[in-house]
């Protein structure tokens, strides 16, 4: 296969899959990495990719970008669902303690399956500075909600700012279910907006145990603000099994990997 085949290739699946690594495009071509790297480093001179540890990404997975909410609802719906189905077994019938969502497509999708829960003797306890997911769990029976105010970001209708935080630091729920925009090896847990690290970082502060609910698209995003290291995570709820690089830096931090 000549090079340009070769990289017409990689882009391909740079752009279906959004991400790609070094050692799986040498064993998938027969070549070797440094061929690959050769490859990659062409193809992002050409503006076709962006290079990160081990591999590369999509151009459009820089630093600062951000989907809107809207946005990130129409993406992988039943991916987000099957991983808030596999979450929801961290809250059994008979949990009893208190829970924490985050602001996300995801945790909304935790949130939606929550008003379907059974009622128990006593109300489970909820919190979060999400406005949709405050929408949504708003009168559901047997649930009890508690949400936190702020200044609201239109783009994740998310509360943030001192006040959300300084709500946040008081509490100590028994779990909590933090989404995250990228998941990395060397950066771990990072997102767009400052403001929104500060309350996430708050959360991981304030809850005992935590799930990050992620699907494989966030793997070696790398945005501009880091709110949380992997040592950070007690189990990640995904859609697909990390590569090999980051599922050995999970194990490394003693995070567990739980695949819908």
Known sequence: MYATERQQLIEHLVSAEGRVAVVDLAKRFSVTTETVRRDLDQLESEGSLRRVHGGAVARTRASTVEPSLAERTLRGGEAKLAIARRALHAVPPDFDGSVYLDAGTTTAAIAQLLTQRPATRLPLEVVTHSMTVAHLLAGAPGLSLTAIGGRVRGLTAAAVGAQTVDAISRL?????????????????????????????????????????????????????????????????????????????????????VWVA
Do not use: C, M, Q, W
Request: no cysteine.
């Open 172 to 256: 100590r729920t028994d779990i909590a279910f933090i989404g995250t925009n990228g998941l990395s090896a060397d950066f771990g847990l990072s997102t767009p907006d400052p403001d929104e690290a500060a309350v996430k970082r708050a959360i991981l502060a304030a809850t005992r145990r935590t799930f990050v609910v992620a699907d494989a698209a966030k793997y070696d995003s790398e945005l501009l603000v880091s709110f949380g290291r992997l040592s950070d995570i007690d189990v990640v709820v995904t859609d697909e099994a990390p590569h090999r690089a980051l599922a050995d830096a999970l194990a490394v931090a003693e995070a567990e």
